[in-house]
């Protein structure tokens, strides 16, 4: 076993644990159907897509593991992923706290739409991996990296950011909760900010990023932004 594997394997463990002590430890409860079978399909998801990446391009594997606030390079990037994740972890207690004490009514049918959007959030980041092997986890533009303009990238200059906003946009409602969305919010003001940053990167180290930019007018969703 190679120490990538080894890495994403342990990070793959660390993950599910964490988001099963968050939810499970704060809603003071194990009888929480939603949350057992959100982790099911989250983890099926993402260990697929991990074991796609082992198989097919560990390279990208291992850009993806080093990741949060001490990995990034940039000041201004190590503050925003630390704002990131802590609304990350927010997301998840405050689900949890609105199962515990009732605090909204989800309806069962929205529970189902937010366990596709958050299957169909990981399929957009899958498909971000299929077509850009230099989708780092952190802002980078590596010797001979090459701007990708196909696939998802034909439609929005950011899909990675879309297919994490529509994957925890669907969160909170599988969860049962609304109160949730409330950490979305944060999330999606986060994301604009690395974004733009990210953009200001690209246009000074990514060859072709700026008639990329004219090219595809929409930085995360068509139509809007």
Partial sequence: MSSVTR?????LAQLFLALAFLLFVTAWSLHYFQAWWYLGI?????????????????????????????AEKERSQQVIQAFAAAAFVALYVVSALD????????????VEIGDLLVVAGLGIIFAVFKENSYASA???????????????????????????????LGTPPALLSWWGECA???IV???????????EF???NLPGYEEYKRKVKWRLLPGIF
């Fill in 7 to 11: 890495r994403a394997l342990i990070g």
């Fill in 42 to 70: 989250f983890g099926i998801c993402v260990s697929a897509i991990t074991i796609y990446l082992m198989r097919n391009d560990p390279e990208l594997l291992e850009r993806r593991l080093d990741a949060g606030p001490l």
């Fill in 99 to 110: 199962f515990r004490f009732h605090w909204s009514y989800v309806d069962p049918f929205m």
């Fill in 138 to 168: 952190t802002i980078e533009a590596v010797e001979e990296q090459q701007l990708i303009r196909t696939g998802p990238y034909a439609f929005v200059r950011h899909p990675m950011y879309l297919g994490a906003l529509v994957m925890l």
């Fill in 184 to 186: 979305v919010i944060v």
């Fill in 189 to 199: 003001g986060v994301i604009v900010w690395r974004l733009l940053k990210e953009e």
């Fill in 202 to 204: 690209l246009v000074k």
